[in-house]
C-alpha cells in the first residue's frame, strides 16, 4: 500500500515514524509544513522538515520532539553572554543543519533538493517533500496584532489571542516536486495528529493539493484528545476562534476531504456523530509501540475504505 502523510511537527514526526515501522520506504512519503520556516540570525530555519528527518533517522531529541538528541548549548550560551537573540533554542548541532541548509539555498538550490540530500546523510530513506519550495509564512493574527508563526509560537508563548491566521506567499506557491506525483500514485493520504490550523492548512493551501487529494482516500488522525492537544496550541485556537475543541470539530475542520477518521477511545462518544468511517483507539504516542500500533490502525481503516 503506498501512503502520503500530511505532517506538522512533532505529532506528524511520530505517526511518521510509525508508518515509518511498517511500510516499505518506497510506499511512504512524507509531505511538510514549511509555514513556520523563518530566518533567524541570518539561518534559514525549517522546523518542520527536521522534526520530522530527525525522528525518521532516530535523531531527534526525545523530551522536547524537536532538536537534536545529546545536543549541548554553547552557541546559544555564549550569543546570550553577548546579549543576543536567544529565544528560539538553537543547539550546536541543530545549527550544522540550518548553516548548511542556508549556505545552499543561497546559492540556488532548492529546499527539496537539499532535503532529500541531508536525508540521505541521516540515512532516512522516505522521500520527505517540503510542500513547496517557495516560501510560505505563517501569520498569525492577534489581539496583538499580526505576528510571524515562531514569534507567536516560541517568543510569545502563544499567549496572545488568536483571531486569524494567513499564508504569505501561498498565491504563488507551487507544489515542490514529487509531491503531486506521490498523490497521485498513493492509494491513501494520512493528515497526521498535527495543527489543522497551522500545519495542515498551509499544505492544503498550496496550489493544486488540496484538489489533487478530491480523489483520494484521505483519513486524518485526531490532534484533540479530550478536549486538549497533546502538543501545542490547537484547542487553545478552537476555542479563541469560538469552537469547542473536540474531534468532532477536527472532522468539520476537514470537511468533504476527509474519508475516515482516527479518534481517542476517550472520544468514543463523537463517532456517533461523525458521518464516515471511524476508528476509536488509543492515539496517544507515548513510545515506538504507540507509533507503530496507531500506524497499523490507520492503514487497517484505509484497507476497510
Ligand atoms: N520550540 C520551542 O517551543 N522553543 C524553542 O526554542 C524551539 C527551538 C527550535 C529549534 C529548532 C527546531 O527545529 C524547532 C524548534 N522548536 C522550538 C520547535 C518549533 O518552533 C515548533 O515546534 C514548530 O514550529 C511547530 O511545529
Redesign the pocket.
Known sequence: MKIVTLA???GGAKLADGLAQLLPPENLTIVVNTG?DFEHLGLY?S??L??VCYTLAGLANPETG??RREETFHVLENLQELGGPDW???GDR?LATHIERTRRLREGQSLSLITRDFCQAWGVRQPVLPMSDQPVRTMVDTEDGELAF?EY??HRKCEPKVKGFRFAGIATALPATGVLEAIEHADGIVVCPSNPWV?IDPILAVAGIRSALAAKLVVAVSPIIGGQTVK?PAAKMYTELGVQPSALAITCHYGKILSGFVLDRVDAKFAQNISIPTCVTNILMKNQDDRRSLAQDVLNLIQTL
Open positions: 506538522g511537527g512533532v513556520d530555519i522546523p518542520d527536521d522534526t524537536w532538536g528560539f533554542r538553537l541543530d515562531q509560537f516560541v500545519s501545542g
